[in-house]
Nanobody
């Protein structure tokens, strides 16, 4: 069982920056990948960035070059550094952890943190 707690969301002007944090607890060594998803009103939830246990990353084309996902294993925390924010980045952002147990994959989700980009 994994618990995820997000923080760092808020209101920023276009061009500003935010850093999201996701702290994991529980069976953290069962996690093989973590990522950030976002969901805007009327839109489907989409993957923003992900990082695997081995450290490989991938990003949505819309955020590539602006966002960076990273991890701090000592703190069991994953970060999403968001720079050059645009109004279209406005969404609830969710931290996700993928766990494999007995041959099946389980997804765990944080409560979400609101990111609003507006002037």
């Amino acid at each position: 069982q994994v618990q995820l707690v997000e923080s760092g969301g808020g209101l920023v002007q276009p061009g500003g920056s935010l850093r999201l944090s996701c702290a994991a607890s529980g069976s953290i060594f069962a996690i093989y990948a973590m990522g950030w998803y976002r969901q805007a009103p009327g839109k489907q939830r989409e993957l923003v960035a992900a990082i695997t246990r081995g450290g490989s990353t991938n990003y949505a084309p819309s955020v590539k070059g602006r966002f960076t996902i990273s991890r701090d294993n000592a703190k069991n925390t994953v970060y999403l550094q968001m720079n050059s924010l645009k109004p279209e980045d406005t969404a609830v952002h969710y931290c996700n952890a993928e766990v494999e147990f007995r041959g099946q994959e389980y997804d765990y989700w944080g409560q979400g943190t609101q990111v609003t980009v507006s002037s």
